[in-house]
């Protein structure tokens, strides 16, 4: 089985990062969607969304995305993008305020496993910020670079006074990013962990699948509720 989380071999510099945070900072943040998710302060400005714009921070597979025209401004964080040679759908930086908590949650479709993967590079954080996936905390520092699977109940505290900023890319798997994870340890062979849940954790994705009814979720639901 692979790791939750693993660390990507590639360090960025935190001086560039922090730079161009401040070209963002004069852009809106955006409250993030889910509401009952968090407690505190939870935003996101998109560099790269499914309409274009900046203030646009929903996120569904299969969609066209575009690059926003902030990301136009922000000549390093291109830079990280064309790092990853894969397509990528939602860029976004992502900003958990002091004090605030995003709960335990599942993303369903986020593991390397279904064809995803979704990075992490902290842009501001410290020793006070707890990020746990699958119940184990993951020490993301400063201009490091991280993939976890989101498909596991992952969850972040941030008990300090400042807030928690992170750059995040969607990436979608091919032949470039199998190589990748190979060195980094993966089985890439491996088949997604969907039929293995634990009956909490099942139930879960199952609420998150039910805030968006379709044909292809109803199917999806079913299917895990048979097993």
Known sequence: MNPSSS???ITFSIEKLQQELTICENDLWTPHFNTNRYEGNWTSVSLRSQSGLVNDITSFSNKEYQNTPLLDRCHYFKEIMDWFQCEKEAVRLLRLGPNSEIKEHVDNDTSYEDGFFRIHVPIITNSEVYFYVDKKLVPMKMGECWYANFQLPHSVENKSAEPRIHLTLDCIRNDWSDKLFTEMGFDIHASSNKNEYSDE???????????????????????????
């Not at 199952?206 to 292809?216: D, F, Q, T, Y």
């Open 201 to 227: 954790i099942k139930q879960q994705i199952i609420a998150e699948l039910s805030r968006n009814p379709s044909e292809m979720t109803a199917k999806i639901i079913a299917d895990l509720q048979s097993k």
């Open 7 to 9: 660390r990507l071999p």
